[in-house]
């Protein structure tokens, strides 16, 4: 099984930050990886598929990059409906999440 | 509009078993793969399984072979999930999902609550 570890776990930050978010895979997965935006009683809503494809529809604030093992999300500025849980996904081998990062308003 | 809607969710005992379906509308059902995703109150998201768009392949999580059944009918635009020797670790709305390329999840229905208690 390939584990996806994301860091950090949680993280604090104000509206117009730059926030980045990591995800690392237990062996490489090449580009497999998506982003996935969940907010409370909400089903998860994809963000980026394919390491750094943006879905259509998503704001542009959002961009992914990364292959191999090591992979990040990046806001460029935060938004007050940013404020959520991100986790990553790999679909190179079946499929994997993370633990999940919670975006909190500091 | 692409609609994904679970059903099927409720209370059973532990070693109980229950069936899950998902409707979909608005997209050709059957060009798709379809997925299950859970997730326990307070936790992340785990996967659960897939199955192709002919029911060619099905993949299931390691954990859970052996005890859940995934399955589709073209015919009637459903997924399903046949649950078995339900164990209190199983509690979790349950959400189906379908699948690109069998890559990511483009779109999720909203879940259906199973919880497992005596």
């Known amino acids: 099984d390939i584990q996806m570890t994301q860091s950090p776990s949680s993280l604090s930050a104000s509206v117009g930050d730059r926030v980045t978010i990591t995800c690392r895979a237990s062996q490489s997965i090449s580009i497999y990886l998506n982003w996935y935006q969940q907010k409370p009683g909400q089903a998860p809503n994809l963000l980026i598929f394919a390491a750094s494809n943006l879905q259509s529809g998503v704001p542009s604030r959002f961009s992914g990059s990364g292959s191999g093992t090591d992979f990040t999300l990046t806001i460029s500025s935060l938004q007050p409906e940013d404020f959520a849980t991100y986790y990553c996904q790999q679909s190179y081998l079946t499929w994997t999440f993370g633990q999940g990062t919670k975006v909190e308003i500091k | 509009e692409v609609q994904l809607v679970e059903s099927g969710g409720g209370l059973v005992k532990p070693g109980g078993s229950l069936r899950l379906s998902c409707a979909a509308s608005?997209?050709?059902?059957?060009?798709?793969?379809m997925n299950w995703v859970r997730q326990a109150p307070g936790k992340g998201l785990e996967w659960v399984s897939s199955?192709?768009?002919?029911?060619?392949?099905?993949y299931i999580a390691d954990s859970l072979r052996g005890r859940f059944t995934i399955s589709r009918d073209n015919a009637d635009n459903s997924l399903h999930l046949q649950m078995s020797s339900l164990r209190a670790e199983d509690t979790a709305v349950y959400y189906c999902?379908?699948?690109?390329?069998?890559?990511?999840?483009?779109?999720w229905g909203q879940g259906t609550l199973v919880t497992v208690s005596s």
């Open positions: 999902a379908r699948g690109r390329y069998e890559n990511y999840f483009d779109y």
């Open positions: 608005g997209f050709t059902f059957r060009r798709y793969t």
């Open positions: 199955i192709s768009h002919s029911s060619s392949y099905i």
